[in-house]
């Protein structure tokens, strides 16, 4: 009997008849690398899915757009999706002049939006250092109670909050707007406390050594090392704060307006008229395209590090 008589008789396969790890490699079995390569038809698939739902994205963009541009006579006459003939801005001349007096709820916005960030933010930083790094009796008992009012829906906390607001007198104010929602949030809190648990003891001890308390500590160590994520907060504050309709829709139904309020309020009273509600819209928009233009590297890099989708 041969020896490949033999390698057969007890059940193994002659070396010479294997087949070579780099074969293996190359036809995507075995120990070798699967090739992850899309055919063609494949990538053009994937990228003319892509372009329809950019399309779908845009498109009612697109429709407020040129209908802010148009005047009342032009978009009864012609399709809705028909460019603007001849351009206008009428209609931004009367959601921003005293016909409407749109720019009031701007300008009550942007006061909100400011207030909020830097109480937000402030109230989650001093939350999350004490959180990370001090040590106190219940400490990580008071954290997930805190947290798990992340599981209340915003809706069950408007009737309580419009009562307190209203004994207190606040209804129909700027600081019944605001106060509410001035403290820490339990989701800024949650990833400030990771953050700074990651961050190396050795820099804490060497601040302390040096005669830093927490304050300075917190000012001069901890935070210069966060600033990524401080980013992040700051602009999923804002963008949050900017399109909040519920709560100033009930606190303040009269005055004052933020510009989401005034955007619904221009709906229902110019109801024919949607030259007024879609530039008004454009308005509100404008600053969020700002943003995002000015500030697209630190959006992409929190979707990274927050993990939203």
């Known amino acids: 009997m041969s020896s490949s008589d033999d390698a057969v008789a007890i059940g193994t396969t002659p070396v010479h008849t294997r087949p070579s790890l780099r074969s293996q490699g190359r036809s995507g079995r075995g120990w070798g690398r699967v090739s992850n390569r899309r055919g063609p038809l494949a990538v053009l698939g994937i990228y003319l899915g892509l372009g329809l739902a950019a399309i779908i994205m845009v498109l009612p963009f697109l429709f ?10 032009d978009f009864a006459s012609h399709s809705p999706l028909a460019p603007p003939d001849p351009w206008t801005l009428d209609s931004f001349a009367a959601v921003l002049g005293g016909r409407i007096d749109f720019a009031s709820a701007i300008w009550t916005t942007l006061a909100m939006v400011a207030v909020m ?6 109230s989650s930083v001093m939350a ?18 805190f947290l798990a009012t992340m599981m209340l829906p915003s ?10 607001m209203a004994k207190a007198g606040m209804n129909n104010t700027f600081w ?29 001890d060497a601040a302390r050594v040096d005669g830093a308390g927490h304050v300075r500590t917190l000012l001069q160590v901890v935070l210069p090392i966060s ?27 009269q005055r004052p307006k933020v510009i989401t309020v005034a955007t619904a309020a221009l709906q229902s ?41």
């Open 64 to 73: 407020s757009f040129m209908t802010a541009f148009k005047s009342p006579r």
């Open 117 to 122: 960030v830097v109480a937000q933010i402030g």
């Open 128 to 145: 999350a250092y004490a959180f990370a790094r001090l040590s106190f009796p219940g400490r990580d008992i008071i954290f997930w109670i």
């Open 155 to 164: 809706s069950v906390l408007v009737i309580p909050l419009y009562l307190m």
């Open 176 to 204: 019944g707007i605001v106060i509410p929602f001035m403290l820490a949030s339990p989701y800024a809190v949650f990833l400030l406390r990771e953050n700074f648990r990651s961050i190396p003891q050795e820099l804490i």
């Open 227 to 253: 600033r990524p994520i401080l980013a992040t907060l700051t602009l999923i504050t804002v963008v949050s704060q900017w399109n909040s309709f519920m709560w100033p829709r009930v606190i303040a139904s």
């Open 269 to 309: 009273q110019y109801n024919a008229n949607w030259t007024y509600v879609m530039s008004a819209t454009t308005i509100a928009l404008v600053p969020l395209i700002i943003l995002f233009i000015a500030f697209q590297k630190q959006i992409v890099a929190s979707i990274v590090l927050t993990g939203l989708k």
